[in-house]
């Protein structure tokens, strides 16, 4: 089955700087990686995804790479706001014929500092 | 939308008792999906349903633990008897089957004495 590996597990940055996460994963069938935020006490929220025939996708001061030969893709957020404090997933899917079975990486809990 | 609906958002209960989780999909979502947290295992898929029908079960941990979907918009993640390590946060998440985004509820805190 697919595995999906993220790092770093914890990662504190001040307010404006950028964060990348990075995750890989191993099936070369997936086709569908999105990342989740998880704030405390709620269910992950997606917050941006990208598809195996693209290669970037941004939206505001989230963007997402993905290197489909290297099998790994990362997140960056940039100018950080306290707000963004989270844990964030990684995922990786592949439609089965029914659904598309997400396979979830292990979490990076995102600190912004004033 | 209402989104994902979890009930109970939190249930403590003792050993051996029985434990029953209740979603209500998006309306018309035909997917449905139990997902585990924990510290240790992080997010994982127990099972998921396609119009009302269990597709993969693989994850579910033990005979302990059942699934139903009667209906379009409900199912249950049930189970009997309960033990502490089955202390984690479910989650159930729904989508179109022909979308890949699957939107979670808040999640049922469950606490086993």
């Known amino acids: 089955g697919e595995n999906v590996e993220q790092h770093p597990s914890t990662l504190s940055v001040q307010e404006g700087d950028s964060a990348v996460i990075k995750c890989t994963y191993s099936?070369?069938?997936?086709?569908?990686f999105p990342w989740y935020k998880q704030e405390l006490g709620k269910g992950p929220q997606l917050i941006i995804d990208?598809?195996?025939?693209?290669g970037e996708k941004k939206d505001q001061r989230i963007a997402v790479t993905l290197n489909k030969t290297a099998k790994h893709f990362s997140l960056h957020i940039t100018e950080t706001q306290p707000e963004d404090s989270a844990v964030y997933f990684c995922?990786?899917?592949?439609?089965?014929?029914?659904?598309?079975?997400?396979?979830f990486g292990t979490g990076t809990r995102l600190q912004v500092t004033l | 939308d209402a989104g994902v609906i979890q009930s109970p958002r939190h249930e403590v209960t003792e050993m051996g008792q029985e434990v029953t989780l209740r979603c209500k999909p998006i309306?018309?979502?035909?997917?449905l999906f139990w997902y585990r947290q924990t510290m240790m295992r992080g997010l994982e898929l127990l099972i998921y349903?396609?119009?009302?029908?269990?597709?993969?079960d693989s994850g579910m941990p033990e005979d302990r633990f059942s699934a139903k979907m009667p209906n379009a918009s409900f199912s249950t993640l049930k189970i009997q008897p309960s033990e502490p390590r089955d202390s984690a946060v479910y989650f159930c998440?729904?989508?179109?089957?022909?979308?890949?985004?699957?939107?979670f509820g808040p999640g049922t805190r469950l606490l086993v004495l």
């Open positions: 998440a729904s989508t179109d089957g022909g979308a890949e985004t699957q939107y």
């Open positions: 309306s018309g979502h035909n997917s």
């Open positions: 990208i598809r195996s025939n693209v």
């Open positions: 099936d070369s069938a997936s086709n569908y």
């Open positions: 349903f396609n119009n009302n029908v269990p597709i993969d």
């Open positions: 995922a990786a899917s592949w439609f089965t014929g029914t659904a598309s079975k997400l396979t």
